[in-house]
Protein backbone atom coordinates (compact mmCIF):
# COMPACT_ATOMS: atom_id res chain seq x y z
CA UNK A 1 0.00 0.00 0.00
CA UNK A 2 1.85 3.29 -0.98
CA UNK A 3 0.73 6.31 1.25
CA UNK A 4 -0.69 9.52 -0.77
CA UNK A 5 2.03 11.78 -1.41
CA UNK A 6 2.51 14.34 1.31
CA UNK A 7 1.29 18.10 0.25
CA UNK A 8 2.16 21.36 1.01
CA UNK A 9 -0.78 24.37 0.95
CA UNK A 10 0.56 28.20 0.50
CA UNK A 11 -1.09 31.18 -0.57
CA UNK A 12 0.43 32.92 -3.97
CA UNK A 13 -0.90 36.13 -4.72
CA UNK A 14 -4.32 35.46 -3.06
CA UNK A 15 -4.75 32.14 -4.75
CA UNK A 16 -4.36 28.75 -2.90
CA UNK A 17 -1.77 26.34 -4.29
CA UNK A 18 0.34 23.02 -3.61
CA UNK A 19 3.42 22.29 -3.14
CA UNK A 20 5.83 19.35 -2.69
CA UNK A 21 7.39 18.87 0.84
CA UNK A 22 11.22 20.12 -0.05
CA UNK A 23 10.70 22.52 -2.48
CA UNK A 24 11.78 25.59 -2.76
CA UNK A 25 9.76 28.93 -2.68
CA UNK A 26 10.81 29.62 -6.35
CA UNK A 27 9.66 25.60 -7.35
CA UNK A 28 6.79 26.53 -6.13
CA UNK A 29 5.79 29.70 -7.20
CA UNK A 30 6.85 28.53 -10.94
CA UNK A 31 4.71 25.07 -10.39
CA UNK A 32 2.03 27.25 -9.71
CA UNK A 33 2.35 28.81 -13.10
CA UNK A 34 3.66 32.34 -11.58
CA UNK A 35 6.54 34.01 -13.46
CA UNK A 36 9.12 35.18 -11.39
CA UNK A 37 11.92 37.09 -12.75
CA UNK A 38 15.48 35.56 -11.79
CA UNK A 39 19.30 35.86 -13.26
CA UNK A 40 21.67 33.63 -10.64
CA UNK A 41 19.56 31.04 -11.14
CA UNK A 42 20.11 27.91 -13.76
CA UNK A 43 18.13 24.75 -13.84
CA UNK A 44 20.17 21.84 -12.66
CA UNK A 45 22.72 24.25 -10.35
CA UNK A 46 22.64 24.73 -6.43
CA UNK A 47 20.53 28.18 -5.65
CA UNK A 48 22.98 31.11 -4.34
CA UNK A 49 20.12 34.12 -3.88
CA UNK A 50 22.98 35.86 -5.25
CA UNK A 51 21.06 38.40 -7.36
CA UNK A 52 18.20 39.12 -5.57
CA UNK A 53 15.79 39.33 -8.63
CA UNK A 54 13.03 36.53 -7.17
CA UNK A 55 12.46 38.43 -4.16
CA UNK A 56 9.01 37.80 -3.00
CA UNK A 57 7.12 39.02 0.25
CA UNK A 58 5.95 36.74 2.46
CA UNK A 59 3.21 37.85 5.30
CA UNK A 60 4.94 37.40 9.06
CA UNK A 61 8.39 38.51 7.97
CA UNK A 62 9.93 41.48 7.95
CA UNK A 63 11.08 42.26 4.51
CA UNK A 64 11.23 40.24 0.95
CA UNK A 65 13.17 37.12 0.84
CA UNK A 66 15.06 35.39 -2.07
CA UNK A 67 12.87 32.41 -3.20
CA UNK A 68 15.26 30.53 -4.52
CA UNK A 69 16.95 29.96 -1.59
CA UNK A 70 13.65 29.71 1.04
CA UNK A 71 11.72 26.83 1.49
CA UNK A 72 8.22 26.45 0.69
CA UNK A 73 6.28 26.19 4.29
CA UNK A 74 2.91 24.84 4.71
CA UNK A 75 0.42 27.81 5.43
CA UNK A 76 2.65 30.77 3.73
CA UNK A 77 1.03 33.52 2.58
CA UNK A 78 3.56 35.01 -0.97
CA UNK A 79 3.60 37.98 -3.19
CA UNK A 80 5.40 38.21 -5.71
CA UNK A 81 3.86 41.59 -7.92
CA UNK A 82 3.96 44.55 -5.43
CA UNK A 83 5.04 47.94 -6.07
CA UNK A 84 7.71 47.84 -3.16
CA UNK A 85 9.36 44.42 -5.27
CA UNK A 86 8.75 46.03 -8.82
CA UNK A 87 10.61 48.62 -7.54
CA UNK A 88 13.55 46.04 -6.20
CA UNK A 89 13.60 44.89 -8.81
CA UNK A 90 13.82 47.74 -11.29
CA UNK A 91 16.51 49.16 -8.65
CA UNK A 92 18.36 45.52 -8.97
CA UNK A 93 19.05 45.82 -12.77
CA UNK A 94 19.85 49.38 -12.47
CA UNK A 95 22.47 48.32 -9.72
CA UNK A 96 23.78 45.52 -12.00
CA UNK A 97 24.02 48.39 -14.61
CA UNK A 98 25.77 50.42 -12.79
CA UNK A 99 28.31 48.47 -11.18
CA UNK A 100 30.35 47.60 -14.31
CA UNK A 101 30.85 48.78 -17.52
CA UNK A 102 28.05 47.13 -19.95
CA UNK A 103 27.93 48.92 -23.24
CA UNK A 104 25.19 46.48 -25.02
CA UNK A 105 26.18 47.93 -28.59
CA UNK A 106 29.71 46.71 -28.62
CA UNK A 107 29.21 43.75 -26.36
CA UNK A 108 29.29 39.95 -28.15
CA UNK A 109 25.59 39.48 -26.42
CA UNK A 110 23.87 42.24 -27.56
CA UNK A 111 20.57 41.02 -28.50
CA UNK A 112 20.87 37.70 -26.41
CA UNK A 113 21.52 38.96 -23.52
CA UNK A 114 19.89 38.04 -20.00
CA UNK A 115 20.42 41.30 -18.04
CA UNK A 116 19.38 43.36 -21.29
CA UNK A 117 15.88 41.03 -21.22
CA UNK A 118 15.67 42.01 -16.95
CA UNK A 119 16.31 45.38 -18.19
CA UNK A 120 13.47 45.67 -20.85
CA UNK A 121 11.28 43.50 -19.37
CA UNK A 122 11.24 45.82 -16.32
CA UNK A 123 11.18 49.14 -17.59
CA UNK A 124 14.77 49.85 -16.82
CA UNK A 125 14.87 52.61 -19.70
CA UNK A 126 17.32 54.27 -17.82
CA UNK A 127 19.80 54.40 -14.93
CA UNK A 128 19.42 57.07 -12.37
CA UNK A 129 22.01 55.75 -9.79
CA UNK A 130 25.99 56.88 -10.45
CA UNK A 131 27.71 54.83 -13.26
CA UNK A 132 30.68 53.24 -11.04
CA UNK A 133 32.45 52.58 -14.45
CA UNK A 134 35.85 50.99 -12.62
CA UNK A 135 38.47 51.35 -14.92
CA UNK A 136 40.58 48.10 -13.67
CA UNK A 137 38.55 45.63 -14.99
CA UNK A 138 39.94 43.36 -17.31
CA UNK A 139 39.85 40.95 -20.06
CA UNK A 140 41.37 37.74 -19.66
CA UNK A 141 42.24 36.20 -22.71
CA UNK A 142 44.68 33.51 -22.48
CA UNK A 143 42.95 30.84 -22.70
CA UNK A 144 42.93 29.51 -26.49
CA UNK A 145 39.05 29.00 -27.00
CA UNK A 146 37.44 31.39 -24.60
CA UNK A 147 37.66 34.85 -22.69
CA UNK A 148 36.35 36.76 -19.86
CA UNK A 149 35.44 39.98 -20.18
CA UNK A 150 35.01 41.43 -16.31
CA UNK A 151 33.44 44.41 -17.27
CA UNK A 152 30.12 42.37 -18.33
CA UNK A 153 30.25 40.32 -15.03
CA UNK A 154 27.78 40.39 -12.66
CA UNK A 155 28.93 37.98 -10.35
CA UNK A 156 26.13 35.86 -10.63
CA UNK A 157 28.46 32.99 -10.23
CA UNK A 158 26.28 30.54 -12.61
CA UNK A 159 30.28 29.79 -14.06
CA UNK A 160 31.75 28.79 -10.84
CA UNK A 161 28.74 26.33 -10.11
CA UNK A 162 28.15 24.63 -13.34
CA UNK A 163 31.89 24.05 -13.51
CA UNK A 164 32.49 23.04 -9.70
CA UNK A 165 28.96 21.38 -9.72
CA UNK A 166 28.38 19.88 -13.14
CA UNK A 167 32.06 19.56 -14.56
CA UNK A 168 33.88 18.83 -11.42
CA UNK A 169 36.49 20.95 -11.99
CA UNK A 170 35.91 23.66 -9.58
CA UNK A 171 38.07 26.10 -11.96
CA UNK A 172 36.12 28.98 -11.10
CA UNK A 173 35.49 30.57 -7.76
CA UNK A 174 34.98 33.94 -6.43
CA UNK A 175 37.73 36.12 -5.04
CA UNK A 176 37.62 39.66 -3.36
CA UNK A 177 34.64 40.76 -1.23
CA UNK A 178 31.54 43.04 -2.55
CA UNK A 179 31.96 45.36 -4.79
CA UNK A 180 36.00 44.46 -5.24
CA UNK A 181 34.78 40.07 -6.09
CA UNK A 182 36.04 38.75 -9.21
CA UNK A 183 35.51 35.43 -10.79
CA UNK A 184 38.80 33.75 -10.52
CA UNK A 185 40.55 30.87 -11.97
CA UNK A 186 42.35 28.83 -10.30
CA UNK A 187 44.41 30.55 -7.30
CA UNK A 188 43.64 33.77 -9.90
CA UNK A 189 45.57 32.52 -12.65
CA UNK A 190 45.59 33.60 -15.90
CA UNK A 191 42.82 30.92 -17.20
CA UNK A 192 45.06 30.42 -20.01
CA UNK A 193 47.41 28.94 -17.22
CA UNK A 194 44.94 26.78 -15.35
CA UNK A 195 45.69 23.43 -14.56
CA UNK A 196 42.35 22.07 -13.43
CA UNK A 197 40.60 23.69 -16.75
CA UNK A 198 39.07 21.05 -19.04
CA UNK A 199 38.19 23.51 -21.88
CA UNK A 200 34.33 21.91 -21.84
CA UNK A 201 32.91 25.43 -22.20
CA UNK A 202 30.14 25.17 -19.84
CA UNK A 203 30.91 28.12 -17.90
CA UNK A 204 30.53 30.15 -20.98
CA UNK A 205 27.29 28.44 -21.64
CA UNK A 206 26.08 29.06 -18.43
CA UNK A 207 27.14 32.96 -18.15
CA UNK A 208 24.01 35.29 -18.89
CA UNK A 209 25.96 37.98 -20.07
CA UNK A 210 28.67 38.59 -22.57
CA UNK A 211 31.40 38.43 -19.86
CA UNK A 212 32.34 34.85 -20.79
CA UNK A 213 32.41 34.34 -24.38
CA UNK A 214 33.71 32.45 -27.03
CA UNK A 215 37.11 33.59 -28.98
CA UNK A 216 36.19 34.37 -32.46
CA UNK A 217 33.11 36.26 -31.98
CA UNK A 218 34.39 40.07 -31.34
CA UNK A 219 35.93 42.14 -33.92
CA UNK A 220 39.34 41.37 -35.17
CA UNK A 221 39.00 37.67 -33.87
CA UNK A 222 37.64 36.46 -36.97
CA UNK A 223 40.65 33.18 -38.08
CA UNK A 224 39.69 31.85 -41.33
CA UNK A 225 40.77 28.28 -42.10
CA UNK A 226 42.48 27.83 -45.38
CA UNK A 227 42.45 24.65 -44.96
CA UNK A 228 38.78 23.98 -45.79
CA UNK A 229 39.25 25.30 -49.12
CA UNK A 230 40.82 21.67 -49.61
CA UNK A 231 37.12 21.00 -49.32
CA UNK A 232 36.39 22.54 -52.98
CA UNK A 233 40.10 21.94 -54.64
CA UNK A 234 39.80 17.96 -53.77
CA UNK A 235 36.16 17.97 -55.23
CA UNK A 236 37.01 20.40 -58.42
CA UNK A 237 40.06 19.30 -59.13
CA UNK A 238 40.20 15.35 -57.92
CA UNK A 239 36.49 14.95 -58.38
CA UNK A 240 36.62 13.57 -54.94
CA UNK A 241 34.50 14.85 -51.98
CA UNK A 242 36.24 15.14 -48.58
CA UNK A 243 33.67 12.46 -47.30
CA UNK A 244 35.44 10.08 -49.14
CA UNK A 245 39.18 11.21 -47.68
CA UNK A 246 37.62 11.15 -44.20
CA UNK A 247 39.56 8.76 -41.99
CA UNK A 248 36.98 6.28 -39.77
CA UNK A 249 35.97 8.99 -36.43
CA UNK A 250 38.79 7.57 -34.19
CA UNK A 251 40.80 9.44 -31.58
CA UNK A 252 40.90 13.10 -31.56
CA UNK A 253 44.87 12.63 -31.81
CA UNK A 254 44.08 10.30 -34.46
CA UNK A 255 42.49 12.80 -36.82
CA UNK A 256 44.55 15.52 -36.01
CA UNK A 257 47.82 13.37 -37.23
CA UNK A 258 45.61 12.22 -40.78
CA UNK A 259 45.98 14.80 -44.02
CA UNK A 260 42.44 15.43 -43.62
CA UNK A 261 42.50 16.49 -39.81
CA UNK A 262 40.54 20.07 -39.30
CA UNK A 263 39.21 19.83 -42.82
CA UNK A 264 35.55 19.21 -41.68
CA UNK A 265 35.79 22.62 -39.25
CA UNK A 266 36.06 21.37 -36.15
CA UNK A 267 35.97 24.70 -33.76
CA UNK A 268 38.51 23.10 -32.01
CA UNK A 269 40.82 22.76 -35.44
CA UNK A 270 42.93 26.39 -33.99
CA UNK A 271 43.12 24.38 -30.53
CA UNK A 272 47.08 24.94 -29.63
CA UNK A 273 47.06 21.24 -28.28
CA UNK A 274 46.22 20.33 -31.71
CA UNK A 275 49.31 17.84 -33.25
CA UNK A 276 50.25 19.98 -36.11
CA UNK A 277 48.21 19.29 -39.44
CA UNK A 278 49.60 18.63 -42.58
CA UNK A 279 48.32 21.27 -45.30
CA UNK A 280 47.16 23.53 -42.96
CA UNK A 281 48.20 27.18 -43.59
CA UNK A 282 46.94 28.04 -39.29
CA UNK A 283 46.68 27.59 -36.91
CA UNK A 284 50.32 29.66 -36.13
CA UNK A 285 49.11 32.14 -33.39
CA UNK A 286 48.95 30.72 -29.86
CA UNK A 287 51.29 27.66 -31.05
CA UNK A 288 53.89 26.62 -28.80
CA UNK B 1 0.78 70.71 -26.57
CA UNK B 2 -0.73 74.37 -26.88
CA UNK B 3 -3.71 73.79 -28.80
CA UNK B 4 -3.83 77.33 -30.17
CA UNK B 5 -1.07 76.37 -32.64
CA UNK B 6 0.88 73.50 -34.32
CA UNK B 7 3.18 71.41 -32.33
CA UNK B 8 6.73 72.52 -32.44
CA UNK B 9 9.52 69.90 -32.87
CA UNK B 10 12.83 69.63 -32.69
CA UNK B 11 16.09 67.20 -32.66
CA UNK B 12 19.57 67.74 -31.38
CA UNK B 13 22.94 65.69 -31.94
CA UNK B 14 25.53 65.56 -29.21
CA UNK B 15 28.09 63.34 -28.26
CA UNK B 16 27.11 60.67 -30.52
CA UNK B 17 27.68 58.62 -33.87
CA UNK B 18 24.76 60.32 -35.57
CA UNK B 19 23.31 56.62 -35.66
CA UNK B 20 20.34 57.86 -34.36
CA UNK B 21 19.08 60.63 -36.45
CA UNK B 22 19.96 57.89 -39.30
CA UNK B 23 17.73 55.44 -37.85
CA UNK B 24 14.96 58.63 -37.53
CA UNK B 25 15.74 59.46 -41.36
CA UNK B 26 14.37 55.34 -41.83
CA UNK B 27 10.93 56.91 -40.65
CA UNK B 28 10.83 57.54 -44.74
CA UNK B 29 7.95 58.60 -45.95
CA UNK B 30 6.61 59.40 -42.18
CA UNK B 31 8.97 62.00 -42.19
CA UNK B 32 6.19 63.67 -44.05
CA UNK B 33 3.32 63.43 -42.08
CA UNK B 34 5.49 64.48 -39.31
CA UNK B 35 6.31 67.66 -41.37
CA UNK B 36 2.86 68.03 -41.82
CA UNK B 37 1.38 67.55 -38.17
CA UNK B 38 4.53 69.90 -37.14
CA UNK B 39 7.05 72.50 -37.57
CA UNK B 40 10.30 70.80 -37.56
CA UNK B 41 12.22 74.25 -36.28
CA UNK B 42 15.67 72.75 -35.43
CA UNK B 43 17.71 69.81 -36.31
CA UNK B 44 21.05 68.85 -37.88
CA UNK B 45 18.67 67.98 -41.03
CA UNK B 46 16.69 71.71 -41.25
CA UNK B 47 18.51 74.53 -41.83
CA UNK B 48 18.47 76.33 -38.29
CA UNK B 49 21.74 78.02 -36.81
CA UNK B 50 20.41 78.40 -33.70
CA UNK B 51 18.06 76.60 -30.55
CA UNK B 52 14.94 78.30 -31.20
CA UNK B 53 12.79 79.32 -28.15
CA UNK B 54 9.30 77.87 -27.05
CA UNK B 55 9.75 74.14 -28.51
CA UNK B 56 7.24 71.39 -27.43
CA UNK B 57 9.39 68.32 -28.14
CA UNK B 58 13.30 67.47 -28.86
CA UNK B 59 15.17 64.50 -29.36
CA UNK B 60 18.31 64.47 -27.85
CA UNK B 61 21.43 61.94 -29.40
CA UNK B 62 23.74 61.81 -27.96
CA UNK B 63 25.95 62.08 -24.55
CA UNK B 64 27.04 65.11 -23.12
CA UNK B 65 31.06 65.16 -23.91
CA UNK B 66 32.64 68.92 -23.75
CA UNK B 67 31.73 72.40 -23.34
CA UNK B 68 29.73 73.08 -26.27
CA UNK B 69 27.43 69.85 -25.57
CA UNK B 70 26.69 71.34 -22.32
CA UNK B 71 26.16 75.05 -23.32
CA UNK B 72 23.39 73.11 -25.80
CA UNK B 73 21.96 70.76 -24.12
CA UNK B 74 21.33 73.57 -21.36
CA UNK B 75 19.26 75.87 -23.44
CA UNK B 76 17.96 73.12 -25.23
CA UNK B 77 16.36 72.23 -21.68
CA UNK B 78 15.55 75.85 -21.46
CA UNK B 79 13.61 76.33 -24.49
CA UNK B 80 12.72 72.52 -24.57
CA UNK B 81 8.64 71.39 -22.96
CA UNK B 82 9.40 67.15 -23.43
CA UNK B 83 12.78 66.26 -23.42
CA UNK B 84 13.20 62.82 -24.85
CA UNK B 85 16.70 61.05 -24.09
CA UNK B 86 16.95 59.74 -27.82
CA UNK B 87 19.27 56.31 -28.05
CA UNK B 88 21.35 54.45 -26.04
CA UNK B 89 24.44 57.61 -25.85
CA UNK B 90 21.78 59.84 -24.47
CA UNK B 91 20.62 57.31 -22.38
CA UNK B 92 23.46 55.53 -20.43
CA UNK B 93 26.71 57.11 -22.28
CA UNK B 94 27.31 54.46 -24.17
CA UNK B 95 30.46 54.06 -26.62
CA UNK B 96 30.60 58.10 -25.93
CA UNK B 97 31.58 57.21 -22.47
CA UNK B 98 34.07 54.45 -22.61
CA UNK B 99 36.54 57.45 -22.60
CA UNK B 100 35.32 57.28 -18.71
CA UNK B 101 37.19 54.34 -17.93
CA UNK B 102 40.69 56.16 -18.59
CA UNK B 103 41.59 59.60 -17.24
CA UNK B 104 41.08 63.01 -19.30
CA UNK B 105 44.75 63.52 -19.58
CA UNK B 106 45.56 59.93 -20.72
CA UNK B 107 42.55 60.26 -23.44
CA UNK B 108 44.46 63.25 -24.73
CA UNK B 109 47.71 62.39 -24.55
CA UNK B 110 46.48 58.52 -26.38
CA UNK B 111 44.57 60.34 -29.10
CA UNK B 112 47.21 61.82 -29.82
CA UNK B 113 44.54 65.71 -29.26
CA UNK B 114 46.30 68.41 -26.99
CA UNK B 115 44.67 70.70 -25.46
CA UNK B 116 43.81 73.50 -27.64
CA UNK B 117 42.21 77.16 -26.93
CA UNK B 118 39.02 77.37 -29.21
CA UNK B 119 37.54 76.08 -31.85
CA UNK B 120 37.83 72.94 -30.65
CA UNK B 121 35.73 72.59 -27.80
CA UNK B 122 37.26 71.19 -24.31
CA UNK B 123 36.47 67.97 -23.42
CA UNK B 124 34.48 67.18 -19.67
CA UNK B 125 36.01 64.94 -17.05
CA UNK B 126 33.42 62.68 -17.90
CA UNK B 127 31.12 61.54 -20.55
CA UNK B 128 27.06 62.09 -18.80
CA UNK B 129 24.34 60.69 -19.71
CA UNK B 130 22.01 63.45 -20.80
CA UNK B 131 19.72 63.06 -17.47
CA UNK B 132 22.82 63.52 -15.55
CA UNK B 133 22.92 66.98 -16.69
CA UNK B 134 19.34 68.43 -17.33
CA UNK B 135 16.25 66.64 -15.89
CA UNK B 136 14.85 64.23 -18.75
CA UNK B 137 11.34 63.81 -19.45
CA UNK B 138 11.26 60.16 -21.49
CA UNK B 139 13.96 57.68 -22.59
CA UNK B 140 14.62 55.59 -25.59
CA UNK B 141 16.86 53.55 -25.39
CA UNK B 142 18.49 51.74 -28.44
CA UNK B 143 21.75 51.48 -30.27
CA UNK B 144 19.94 52.69 -32.24
CA UNK B 145 16.44 52.78 -31.86
CA UNK B 146 14.54 51.53 -34.62
CA UNK B 147 12.12 53.50 -36.98
CA UNK B 148 9.23 52.19 -35.62
CA UNK B 149 10.06 52.62 -32.01
CA UNK B 150 10.99 56.60 -32.69
CA UNK B 151 7.59 56.55 -34.70
CA UNK B 152 5.97 55.41 -31.78
CA UNK B 153 7.72 57.62 -29.35
CA UNK B 154 7.57 60.77 -31.54
CA UNK B 155 3.81 60.52 -32.08
CA UNK B 156 3.25 59.89 -28.88
CA UNK B 157 4.95 62.88 -27.11
CA UNK B 158 3.40 64.92 -30.28
CA UNK B 159 -0.08 63.55 -29.15
CA UNK B 160 0.78 64.20 -24.82
CA UNK B 161 1.15 60.30 -23.90
CA UNK B 162 3.70 58.65 -22.46
CA UNK B 163 6.37 57.47 -24.60
CA UNK B 164 5.82 53.26 -25.27
CA UNK B 165 7.65 50.69 -23.39
CA UNK B 166 9.89 48.07 -24.35
CA UNK B 167 12.58 49.56 -25.88
CA UNK B 168 16.18 47.93 -25.04
CA UNK B 169 19.73 49.05 -24.62
CA UNK B 170 21.75 48.25 -27.60
Keep these: MTLPTPTLTLTIDGELHSARPGATLLEAIREAGVALPTLCELPGLSSVGACRLCLVEVAGRPRPIAACVAAAEEGMEVRTDTEKLRLFRRTTVELLLAERNHVCAVCVMNGHCELQDLAAAHGVDHVEVEYLSPPDLRVDASHPRFAIDHNRCVLCTRCVRACAEVEGAHTWDVAGRGGASRVVTDMALPWGESITCTSCGKCVQACPTGALFEKGATVAEMVKHRERLRFLTAARQEGRWLLELEQPPSSRAERGASTTAGVGGRRDARDSSSPGLPGMAGPTKGSP | ?170
Excluded at chain 2, 1 to 17: H, I
Excluded at chain 2, 96 to 122: C, F, I
Excluded at chain 2, 126 to 135: E, I
Aim: proline residues 9%; contains cysteine; negative net charge.
Design chain 2, 1 to 170: MTADRRPRFATVWLGGCSGCHMSFLDLDERLLELAARADVVYSPIADAKEFPEDVDVTLVEGAVANADHLEAIRKVRANTRVLLAFGDCAVTGNVTALRNLVPLDQVLATAGYPELEAPVPKLLPRVLPVHKVVAVDAFLPGCPPSADQIWAAVTALLDGRPVPPGARFG
